[in-house]
């Protein structure tokens, strides 16, 4: 900031020199010489603004004022015939630039305005869109009270039958039954249209055949509509489906023991 | 006038060329734009082609048909008659539907030649000429039946006006002719004419219509016992829209009608008309039963219409309608789509559908207008790819509800079924409870709908 006003200082300096050979030498340059360290940036251009108004009061009457700065004189000098003209100039330089500033203002405040009234509407659409809920979404669990329950079969044949697995209460039969349930669980719980409904799944027994697992689905519907969706989302066509797209989408990979032979599946309605 | 046609008629050596066993051969008419420009008076030239005369022409003579040889009585006799000539050069088809027709049956085949008449710059005195036409060839039909021919064997062809020629004949003869087929009949002049100024089913045992430019230079309406609409019978795809086009901005629309029927001959394109009432019903899927036909599928374009015929006969004036891609083969292989949302509230959307087969895909673009989804209704479309692709290995699709500004809304399937229409020996294609956002694309593979439910 300093060096700043410095330079500006030294500017107005470097213009007022040539000035200085008009022939008022000594008041010029020692006005000068005067103002350069005191002045800072402000006081030069008020200095500036200034000129028109004061050169109307003073250059009238062709006097100069004692403490007149240094500009201020030069220019009655240089001008001498005119002082007049370049007061009016001057004034009217001024008024324009006042109209036009306010202007400009006036018509920034339209824009301000219509971009607000803009941005208005795009963030309430935003928040509206943001916060827009989903009917099908919206739902209460607890309303769900209707059981409606689907019982079948399907076949591992990667597994070999043993005793052990016939009977339930075992470790073994225990483990992989827990195994098929999350399975079952997570498949049907992961489903947008079934996931709500689903209440849990059960492993009820292992048999023979490789090995054949029985399973109990359990779903929970709410009293409304309940027609509605024992004909269509809880079809057995829908339940059986979701369970046969999951088996043909697995991996291919038919040598894991977890594998479940997608044409094995069986599903009923039980009342 | 009088005083130029001696001129032309010396000018207009028939064409005449030499073949290899130093036989002659006769070819069709060729004139330029000067004779359409000064106008040429009726003369008709039969043209038989046979297996063994493909390449070379003979000439008819139109009362000893004796004199020659190849042509024999007791086989079927196909006549092919062409239309307006607004050129005078002899259409490019010719060579090609000989061709085909001779693959179908061992049969004669007769070009009706009436260039010299049909080559006009004014349309207005070619389709004066075709009562004259028909009068002629009547005469030379009458003479095979004499002959020992037998009406019911004999099919005409007819093109454009020569498609109305060939229904003059028919009624010359009462309709006993075997059949008619009309290529998209011509419409100027014909637009308001009663069912005897036109091709209309009583001018033969059986006629067949194939529409392609009703808009233009084709005739809006059903006029036989089967109406084929290509694409609704008007536009057709791959066709100039724009006048800049130059000529095939003209005749594109109209011509394709017999490039589809070559195509049909050739059995590079098997195309199946579905009954509808409209082409818009069709387009939205509401006429993909065949269940009139059975056992037979729904008709299909071309020369053998036995199948179906005695099906039409009983059924009276069918209109059928059928898609076309832009080029050979034209086919477009069709799906019914079928698809049950569980969303609570209605919806409206356009659907695009991709089926996927290893790095190739064919897509259909149903949006000629929003389709409804409702809560557990079925909404069917129809679902029509350029290309066939053998084994569907995956699909993505598509629901844009045109939303552009508010929520993005989710489209909820419990069911899509995939029901492929033009090969019923492919298996249906499932898939169940999809969730999608409008405007994103969601892919699955399909499984096969299982039967045993």
């Given at each position: 900031m300093e060096s700043n006003s410095w330079r500006r200082a030294s500017m107005d300096n470097i213009e007022l020199l040539p000035v200085t050979t008009n022939g008022n030498d000594g008041r010029v340059s020692a006005s000068n010489g005067d103002g350069v360290p005191s002045r800072n940036a402000d006081a030069t251009e008020r200095d500036a603004l200034l000129t028109g108004q004061s050169t109307t009061s003073t250059g009238q009457n062709g006097q100069m004022l004692p403490d007149g700065n240094a500009a201020e004189a030069q220019r009655d000098l240089e001008n001498t015939g005119i002082p007049h003209e370049i007061s009016a100039v001057s004034r009217i330089k001024g008024e324009l630039k006042e109209v036009i500033f306010w202007k400009v203002r006036l018509w920034m405040v339209i824009i301000f305005i219509f971009l607000l009234i803009f941005a208005v509407i795009i963030i309430s659409l935003a928040a509206c869109a943001a916060s827009y809920k989903d009917p099908d979404e919206d739902f209460d669990p607890s309303l769900f009270k209707v059981p409606r329950y689907f019982n079948g079969s399907f076949q591992l044949p990667n597994l070999v039958f043993t005793e052990e697995l016939s009977n339930l209460s075992t470790n073994?039969?225990?483990?992989?039954?827990?195994?098929?349930?999350?399975?079952?669980?997570?498949?049907?719980?992961?489903?947008?249209?079934?996931?709500?409904?689903?209440?849990?799944?059960?492993?009820?027994?292992?048999?023979?055949?490789?090995?054949?697992?029985?399973?109990?689905?359990?779903?929970?519907?709410?009293?409304?509509?309940?027609?509605?969706?024992?004909?269509f989302t809880l079809s057995r066509e829908m339940v059986y489906n979701v369970f046969r797209q999951f088996l043909y989408d697995q991996e291919p990979d038919e040598s894991k023991p977890m594998y479940i032979d997608p044409v094995s599946l069986i599903m009923f309605l039980t009342h | 006038?009088?005083?130029?046609?001696?001129?032309?008629?010396?000018?207009?050596?028939?064409?005449?060329?030499?073949?290899?066993?130093?036989?002659?051969?006769?070819?069709?008419?060729?004139?330029?734009?000067?004779?359409?420009?000064?106008?040429?008076?009726?003369?008709?030239?039969?043209?038989?082609?046979?297996?063994?005369?493909?390449?070379?022409?003979?000439?008819?003579?139109?009362?000893?048909?004796?004199?020659?040889?190849?042509?024999?009585?007791?086989?079927?006799?196909?006549?092919?008659?062409?239309?307006?000539?607004?050129?005078?050069?002899?259409?490019?088809?010719?060579?090609?539907?000989?061709?085909?027709?001779?693959?179908?049956?061992?049969?004669?085949?007769?070009?009706?030649?009436?260039?010299?008449?049909?080559?006009?710059?004014?349309?207005?005195?070619?389709?004066?000429?075709?009562?004259?036409?028909?009068?002629?060839?009547?005469?030379?039909?009458?003479?095979?039946?004499?002959?020992?021919?037998?009406?019911?064997?004999?099919?005409?062809?007819?093109?454009?006006?020569?498609?109305?020629?060939?229904?003059?004949?028919?009624?010359?003869?009462?309709?006993?002719?075997?059949?008619?087929?009309?290529?998209?009949?011509?419409?100027p002049m014909f637009t308001s004419a009663t069912p005897e100024e036109r091709l209309d089913p009583s001018d033969a045992m059986f006629v067949d219509v194939l529409h392609t430019d009703m808009n233009s230079f084709g005739l809006r309406g059903a006029h036989g016992h089967i109406d084929f609409y290509a694409n609704g019978g008007a536009d057709q795809p791959g066709c100039p829209k724009t006048i800049f086009a130059g000529k095939s901005y003209f005749v594109c629309d109209h011509q394709r009608s017999v490039f589809l029927f070559l195509c049909a001959?050739?059995?590079?394109?098997?195309?199946?008309?579905?009954?509808?009432?409209?082409?818009?019903?069709?387009?939205?899927?509401?006429?993909?039963?065949?269940?009139?036909?059975?056992?037979?599928?729904?008709?299909?374009?071309?020369?053998?219409?036995?199948?179906?015929?005695?099906?039409?006969?009983?059924?009276?004036?069918?209109?059928?309608?059928?898609?076309?891609?832009?080029?050979?083969?034209?086919?477009?292989?069709?799906?019914?789509?079928?698809?049950?949302?569980?969303?609570?509230?209605?919806?409206?959307?356009?659907?695009?559908?991709?089926?996927?087969?290893?790095?190739?895909?064919?897509?259909?673009?149903?949006?000629?207008?929003?389709?409804?989804?409702?809560?557990?209704?079925?909404?069917?479309?129809?679902?029509?790819?350029?290309?066939?692709?053998?084994?569907?290995?995956?699909?993505?699709?598509?629901?844009s509800t045109g939303n552009v500004i508010g929520p993005r809304y989710k489209i909820r399937l419990l069911r899509i079924r995939f029901t492929p229409l033009d090969r019923p020996e492919r298996p249906l294609m499932c898939r169940f409870d999809i969730i999608m956002e409008e405007n994103m694309e969601v892919a699955f593979r399909p499984l096969p709908c299982n039967s045993h439910l």
């Open positions: 073994k039969s225990q483990e992989l039954a827990a195994d098929f349930q999350e399975k079952l669980a997570d498949l049907y719980r992961s489903s947008p249209a079934l996931g709500r409904y689903f209440s849990k799944a059960e492993i009820s027994a292992f048999r023979n055949g490789s090995v054949i697992a029985d399973y109990q689905l359990t779903f929970l519907m709410p009293e409304e509509e309940q027609d509605q969706l024992r004909n | 006038m009088s005083h130029i046609k001696p001129f032309l008629c010396v000018l207009l050596h028939p064409g005449q060329e030499e073949s290899g066993e130093g036989e002659s051969c006769d070819n069709f008419t060729d004139l330029n734009l000067s004779h359409c420009f000064m106008g040429t008076s009726l003369y008709v030239r039969l043209l038989l082609y046979t297996r063994s005369n493909l390449d070379c022409g003979r000439e008819l003579n139109h009362h000893y048909l004796s004199s020659q040889p190849l042509f024999n009585l007791a086989r079927p006799t196909a006549f092919v008659i062409h239309g307006y000539r607004p050129t005078g050069a002899p259409p490019i088809w010719i060579n090609h539907i000989v061709h085909l027709l001779a693959e179908q049956e061992d049969m004669n085949i007769i070009v009706v030649d009436w260039n010299k008449g049909a080559a006009n710059l004014n349309y207005f005195t070619a389709v004066t000429y075709t009562r004259e036409a028909a009068q002629n060839l009547t005469g030379f039909i009458m003479t095979m039946q004499e002959e020992g021919a037998s009406l019911s064997s004999v099919h005409l062809i007819g093109v454009s006006l020569g498609a109305h020629l060939a229904g003059f004949v028919g009624a010359n003869l009462k309709g006993k002719i075997g059949r008619i087929t009309g290529l998209d009949p011509a419409g001959l050739n059995r590079t394109c098997s195309l199946t008309g579905y009954p509808c009432s409209s082409y818009s019903d069709f387009l939205d899927g509401r006429c993909l039963q065949c269940e009139a036909f059975k056992p037979a599928s729904c008709p299909v374009l071309g020369y053998d219409v036995s199948q179906w015929r005695d099906t039409l006969l009983k059924l009276g004036e069918t209109k059928v309608f059928f898609s076309t891609t832009a080029t050979l083969p034209y086919r477009k292989l069709s799906y019914r789509v079928d698809m049950v949302t569980w969303n609570q509230y209605l919806r409206w959307g356009v659907v695009y559908i991709r089926l996927h087969s290893g790095r190739n895909f064919t897509e259909a673009r149903i949006d000629h207008k929003l389709l409804r989804f409702e809560q557990y209704t079925s909404t069917r479309l129809l679902a029509q790819f350029d290309e066939d692709l053998q084994q569907v290995q995956k699909i993505s699709l598509r629901i």
